[in-house]
């Protein structure tokens, strides 16, 4: 990919819209979208295909191949007719190296020594053959909590250095539904089970995976073996 020559490469932009259309030009249409399975990065990725014809979604998982995670993407492979690559969380290696629930320490992680969420997408650009500093678009939002509107007022909406940036920095939750309705896109099951998406085995999650999912609780186990014990901790 020859990407297009300027000397300003801008951080700032007036809206979202204005962003990915000059993004998607700095690209030559290419781009990651880090794709968790929230709202948010679902509104991200139908504003990204408004501009963007080359979208690869990035899953990053805290366990591999949980049933009710692949109901949901293979339904939003379906919908958005893009096969979304699956990659291991950074936080996994952290936590299994950790001993956190474990009978003994012996994963043998050091092959992820140094994945972090910068590395995830070069290794899918390499698998796919796709420019190494690829943009990631990340679903972080002005409206999401005041650090975050700071730290966008100051540092802006794009780091190049990090090749990421932020394709709905300007929504509001108003915005983030009524993309989702307007296109008719399916909300994930995590909303009705947990009230948001799934992203770790701490309590709130694991005792509604035991209830919900007790096959997916059981795969659960086989990383973290103590997990009952978590479990039963909280609810005491």
């Known amino acids: 990919m020859e990407r297009i020559h300027?000397?300003?490469?801008?951080i700032y932009f007036d809206n979202s819209n204005e962003?990915?259309?000059w993004m998607s030009k700095y690209q030559n249409n290419y781009c990651f979208c880090s794709f968790s399975l929230g709202i948010d990065s679902l509104a991200m990725m139908l504003q990204l295909r408004k501009y963007f014809k080359y979208i690869?979604?990035?899953?990053m998982y805290i366990i591999p191949g949980l049933e009710f995670v692949e109901r949901a993407l293979?339904?939003?492979e379906n919908y958005f007719d893009k096969k979304?690559?699956?990659v291991p969380h950074p936080k996994t290696a952290i936590v299994l190296k950790s001993g956190f629930l474990q009978l003994n320490n012996d994963y043998e992680t050091d092959f992820l020594d140094g994945y972090d969420m910068d590395a995830a997408p070069v290794l899918v650009a390499d698998a796919i053959n796709f420019p190494a500093d690829t943009m990631m678009g990340i679903g972080n939002r002005m409206s999401d909590n005041p650090m975050r509107h700071m730290s966008i007022k100051k540092y802006g909406v794009v780091n190049y250095q990090r090749s990421t940036f932020y394709p709905i920095f300007d929504f509001k939750n108003d915005d983030v539904d009524n993309i989702i309705k307007e296109n008719?896109?399916?909300i994930p099951i995590d909303y009705q089970i947990f009230g948001r998406s799934f992203d770790g085995i701490v309590y709130r999650?694991?005792?509604k995976i035991k209830r919900h999912f007790p096959d997916d609780y059981e795969k659960i186990k086989m990383y973290f073996p103590l997990l009952d014990i978590e479990v039963k901790r909280a609810e005491l």
């Open 74 to 76: 293979n339904y939003y």
């Open 19 to 21: 962003l990915c259309s």
């Open 205 to 207: 999650f694991s005792s």
């Open 56 to 59: 690869v979604p990035i899953y």
């Open 84 to 86: 979304i690559m699956r």
């Open 6 to 10: 300027t000397k300003e490469r801008p």
């Open 184 to 186: 008719k896109c399916k």
